[in-house]
């Protein structure tokens, strides 16, 4: 029954989370974080920018803002992005703009970035407002068959993929929720349920305070 007397609340606002998700390439975490951003509407792709080429498929400003080494430098130097790191011979960096104005929308931000960059922002004053998933593959030997299944490397570049993969893995312990993606729907309810329920920490909801105190009448 609805009680006319009682005003409406204001229902307090949020600020944006950072989830990032890192993986030793091969454990499905493009499809997985293709999925999550067609599914929720409340979270955006940090798009990188990086000097590695595009691959076939992959368009400018939407998987990643492909730059020059130049360019990457004078990003690093004009304190543009929010972390970077070289991977596979190759620069990699976030930039700063396009993730503050999001998260002070109350929009939530996902990052497809290694350990490194990780770390990095763990570092920072951002470190509060991130969530670090790590995907883990079932085992060694699916994700080699994964990089190979994708055949467009020669062997020696999977068995180079294949040893930094074991790198980052070393990683998991830097990271706050661990998954291990056997079963692609699984894993994506998982990351689901993992960004709703950060979402609804203390931390994140803002004017938390005031609504109680309406809530309780005491603000008069
Ligand atoms: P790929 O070249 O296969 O797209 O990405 C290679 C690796 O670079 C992946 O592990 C990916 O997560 C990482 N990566 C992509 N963008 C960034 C970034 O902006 N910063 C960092 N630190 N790593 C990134």
């Given at each position: ?29 493009t499809t997985l974080s293709r ?74 931000v996902l990052f497809d970035i ?107």
């Open positions: 029954m609805t009680d006319f007397a009682q005003p409406m609340l204001a229902a307090p606002s949020r600020r944006g989370l950072m989830f990032v998700m890192s993986s030793p390439s091969g454990a499905g975490k999925r999550l951003l067609e599914e929720d509407g409340d979270i955006t792709l940090s798009v990188s920018a990086t000097t590695r080429p595009p691959r076939p498929g992959e368009t400018d400003g939407k998987d990643y803002y492909f730059v020059s080494a130049d360019r990457f430098q004078d990003m690093v130097k004009g304190r543009e992005l929010l972390e970077w790191a070289t991977v596979f011979g190759n620069r990699y960096g976030t930039p700063r703009a396009p993730v503050e104005s999001a998260l002070i929308m109350g929009r939530d290694d350990w490194q960059g990780t770390q990095q922002l763990q570092q920072t004053d951002a470190a509060n407002d991130l969530v670090r998933i790590f995907i883990l593959p079932p085992d060694l030997d699916e994700l080699e068959r994964r990089l190979r299944a994708r055949a467009t490397d020669p062997a020696d570049v999977i068995d180079e993929r294949m040893a930094r993969a074991r790198d980052e893995i070393s990683h998991w312990g830097e990271y706050d929720y661990i998954l291990i993606n056997d079963d692609a729907e699984t894993c994506l309810a998982e990351l689901k349920a993992i960004l709703k329920a950060e979402r609804l920490r203390r931390k994140r909801q803002l004017g938390l305070a005031g609504f109680v105190r309406d809530m309780l009448g005491e603000g008069e």
